[in-house]
């Protein structure tokens, strides 16, 4: 926690209080802080100026010292606050979370926190000279909840959010197969989702496995449509989807198992040269073997 000291006393305490025993910071940062006043508005003055000068002098002399004076105010406001929010705000990446924490006007923070299983909603948006974005597509939690469609930001106008971004992933997949035995039906669906979201590994495939298990239809099918994309990988997984496309009571789960095997066996097949085999298509299993295993 030593890297927090360069932040304001108060942000540490939230921080700290927000933080569990058995969390460890990975990565912490602050959005960067408004550099210059936005020179569009200079120009409207400017305009405005030159409008009234148009119609009668003496308006365009009132128009000035009033305009100056309220120019000299809205500066003097963008830059406090233009550096006073961000010097008040945290993000934070642990071993188990990302976690945003922003200042509100009654002097508190507001807090918004990414679990593992939203993993698969996480994507940068708007780099620009390595400043950008982290946001997620689905509101969630806290306060960075979207209006009308306008898309939540979690860390905002950070430098290198694909880096920020990579060091969640890394941090995030090994708790995914943890949050499949979520009590939370949601919860384990987006966690599939959010393996979905990664590259196909081996490391995937068994808690996928028992999920298709699941009490919930809904995350049946999407692991068995998760272990189809595991491709070669989920080879150990045959077995298992073949029992679903018997046993299953829903069709719609059942054909997706099928189409799963069809990916993994037409995956697990090798290329020789320029001529690839061509997956013939598969007997479905009978009923009697399936049983038998």
């Known amino acids: 926690m030593n890297k927090l000291k360069e932040l304001p006393n108060r942000l540490i305490e939230v921080v700290n209080a927000t933080l569990e025993a058995d969390e460890n910071l990975i990565w912490f940062g602050q959005p960067q802080r408004a550099k210059k006043f936005p020179s569009g508005f200079v120009g409207i003055i400017f305009g405005l100026g030159v409008f009234f000068a148009s119609l ?18 809205c500066l003097l406001i963008y830059h406090a606050i233009g ?19 922003a200042p509100n006007w009654r002097g508190g923070h507001y807090v918004s926190i990414c679990e593992p299983e939203d993993l698969a909603f996480l994507q940068c948006s708007s780099v620009v000279f390595g400043i950008g974005s982290l946001a997620w597509d689905e509101p969630i939690r806290g306060r960075f909840h979207g209006i009308l469609g306008i898309r939540s930001c979690l860390f905002n106008k950070i430098e290198d959010p694909k880096s920020v971004l990579q060091l969640i992933n890394e941090a995030f997949a090994p ?49 068995a449509y998760a272990l189809g994309q595991q491709e070669k990988y989920a080879l150990p997984a045959v077995r298992s989807l073949e029992r ?19 990916q993994i066996e037409g995956a697990a097949l090798p290329l020789t040269g320029d001529n690839a085999v061509v997956a013939r298509p598969r007997a479905s299993p009978s009923r009697n073997s399936v049983l038998a295993t």
């Open 83 to 101: 550096h006073w929010i961000p010097a008040n705000t945290c993000y934070v990446v642990t071993n188990r979370r990302a976690i945003a924490f």
């Open 56 to 73: 009668n002098p003496a308006w365009f002399l009132i128009f000035w010292i009033v305009s100056t004076i309220g120019l000299l105010e």
């Open 175 to 223: 708790l995914l197969a943890s949050r499949l035995r979520h009590d939370d039906p949601a919860i384990r669906r987006k966690a599939i989702w959010s393996i979905l979201h990664l590259k196909p590994d081996k490391e995937n495939v068994p808690c996928l496995i028992e999920a298709l298990e699941d009490d919930d239809k809904i995350v049946r099918r999407c692991a």
């Open 244 to 262: 679903i496309v018997i046993l299953d009571e829903s069709r719609a789960i059942a054909e997706t198992a099928r189409r799963a095997i069809e």
